[in-house]
């Protein structure tokens, strides 16, 4: 058999004053994107997405509300024959692997379509051969290489502590999805005090990033980890508050309440979303959206891992499966994250225009998750990291003293509507 012909690229352009690389054209070393809807297989891509999007339109239609089928599905349990207290805890089974598996699909997915974002934003292909359509299985491959990997503690390494840490970084996660809405009346527990729960547990998994940092036996996984402490203590303040002023809108804690309060339109086509009230809306969008980055530990804000300096940071010394969980407590409050922009802002299950009501709100709700999810990735590949100092500077001294300011702004418009000139 003859060998495959090389492919030869072009050289690259060089700046004769300085020797540097030009900036020419973006699409060095090859020129496939540069038109490349002439591409049919950039066309068939297209034409899957489409098909795609269509297939989960048509699913929503023929499958409707998915909280109905929850109820069914209850009814039918009473229904077998079992006493009620067996079938309230096979329920609460029932709804705990529905939330550990939307938590592994999400990290499956989120990955790849991270690698797929980047791949795209660097004039590149990513993952195009595991599985057939676009490298589709390249994850669950990763998956497979991570269970079989061995499992290695460092010598040096606290054994106990060593262990314990990445299920103490993720089991709160795992929690906080409790009260999330998925759709209208569609999650595992309904809770008044649904928000204060989310962010009570959410805090949680700063001790499993301490916890890994410090049993490492490794100076640069304990700076990792006491970087980690600093940001995402420091981090929680604003993000807290850049929601207080849709606390004051709803007038509740309850994420379904917050979800209703939502629901309308102005004008008969303008959404009531709290992200379109004017001024507070915006900045309480932002802030949130940009503490989530950094509890995250997102780039620009992803100080503890900071590979130019602390290698990996606090998940140096470990592997295998180990490993693979910190990344899925990563994805999963991203996941968290977006659902919560959407809740609080973007109307949750509510449709963006009146003559679109009749699509399920799940998959309303999945898609400006879905939008938020790759606003994160989005950020990764756009701006750079920031210095220590530059981090906790922009925190103490921009997000939360604006954060208070908004919060007084909000305090105006709930004044305002009170006297009759609100927005409601």
Same mark, same amino acid.
Request: hydrophobic share 55%; net charge positive.
């Given at each position: 058999m003859?060998?495959?012909?090389k492919?030869v690229?072009p050289g ?5 004053h300085s ?6 054209? %973006?699409?060095?070393p090859?020129?496939?994107? @540069? %038109? ?5 297989r950039? $066309?068939?891509?297209a034409l ?5 999007i269509?297939?989960i ?12 089928w929850g109820?069914? +599905?209850?009814v039918?349990?009473? %229904? ?10 096979v329920?609460?089974?029932i709804?705990l ?7 592994v699909?999400?990290?499956?997915w ?5 690698r797929?974002i =980047?791949a795209h +934003?660097? =004039?590149r292909m990513?993952p195009?051969? &595991? ?10 491959f990763d998956?497979?290489?991570l269970?079989l990997?061995?499992?290695v503690t460092? &010598? ?5 502590m060593h262990?314990?840490?990445?299920i103490?970084?993720i089991?709160?996660?795992i929690?906080a999805f409790?009260p999330v809405l998925f759709?209208?009346e ?5 809770l ?6 989310i962010f009570?547990f959410?805090?949680i998994?700063?001790?499993g ?20 402490a600093?940001? +995402?203590?420091s981090?929680?303040l ?7 002023p849709v ?6 804690l ?5 979800? $209703?309060?939502?629901?309308?339109y102005?004008?008969?086509?303008i959404? @009531?979303w709290?992200?379109?009230y004017p001024?507070?809306?915006q900045i309480?969008f932002l802030?949130f959206?940009?503490?989530s980055? &950094?509890e995250?530990? $997102?780039t620009p ?6 590979e130019?300096?602390?290698? &990996?940071?606090?998940?140096t010394e ?7 969980m910190f990344?899925l407590?990563?994805?999963?409050y ?5 659902f919560l ?7 949750g ?13 799940? +998959?309303w709700?999945? =898609? ?10 989005w950020? %990764? ?5 920031l @210095?220590?100092?530059?981090?906790m500077d922009?925190n103490w001294?921009?997000l939360?003293?604006? =954060?208070f ?10 004044y305002?509507?009170l006297?009759?000139?609100?927005l409601?």
């Open positions: 003859t060998a495959p012909e492919q690229f690259p352009v060089l700046n004769h020797g540097k690389l030009l900036i020419g054209t %973006r699409y060095w090859t020129e496939i994107w @540069r %038109r490349p809807w002439s591409l049919p950039y $066309r068939a891509g899957w997405l489409v098909g795609i269509l297939g339109a048509a699913i929503g239609f023929g499958i409707g509300e998915l909280a109905v109820e069914k +599905i209850l039918w349990l009473g %229904r077998c024959g079992l006493p009620a207290p067996a079938v309230a805890w329920w609460v089974l709804k692997c529905c939330v550990i598996g939307v938590i699909a999400n990290g499956l989120a990955v790849w379509w991270e797929k =980047s +934003i660097q =004039s990513g195009m051969y &595991a599985g057939g359509f676009h490298g589709w299985a390249q994850t669950i998956t497979i290489k269970l990997k061995e499992d460092p &010598a040096a390494a606290d054994q106990a262990l314990l840490a990445p103490v970084a089991a709160p996660c929690i409790a759709g209208n569609l999650a595992a527990a309904k008044d005090m649904g928000v204060l729960y009570a959410a805090s998994s700063v001790i990033v301490v916890m890994a940092g410090w049993a490492s036996g490794n100076k640069y996984s304990l700076l990792g980890g006491l970087r980690a600093a940001q +995402i203590v981090y929680e604003p993000r807290g508050f850049s929601i207080v606390l004051m809108f709803a007038g509740s309850d994420l379904a309440v917050i979800d $209703r309060a939502q629901a309308g102005w004008m008969g086509c959404p @009531r709290f992200v379109f001024v507070v809306g309480a802030f959206l940009i503490a980055v &950094a995250t530990n $997102r804000f992803d100080i503890p891992e900071a130019s300096e602390l290698v &990996a940071g606090f998940h470990f592997s295998g499966m180990k490993w693979s990344f407590m990563e994805y999963g991203v996941l968290l994250s977006s922009l959407a809740v609080f802002f973007l109307g299950g509510a449709s963006p225009l009146p003559w679109l009501v009749g699509i399920p709100s799940w +998959i709700m999945l =898609s400006k998750a879905m939008l938020m999810m790759f606003v994160f990735l950020f %990764r590949w756009t701006f750079p990291r @210095r220590v100092d530059q981090l922009f001294k921009f939360l003293p604006w =954060s300011a908004n919060i007084g702004l909000a305090g105006v418009l709930v305002l509507h006297r009759g000139w609100g409601r």
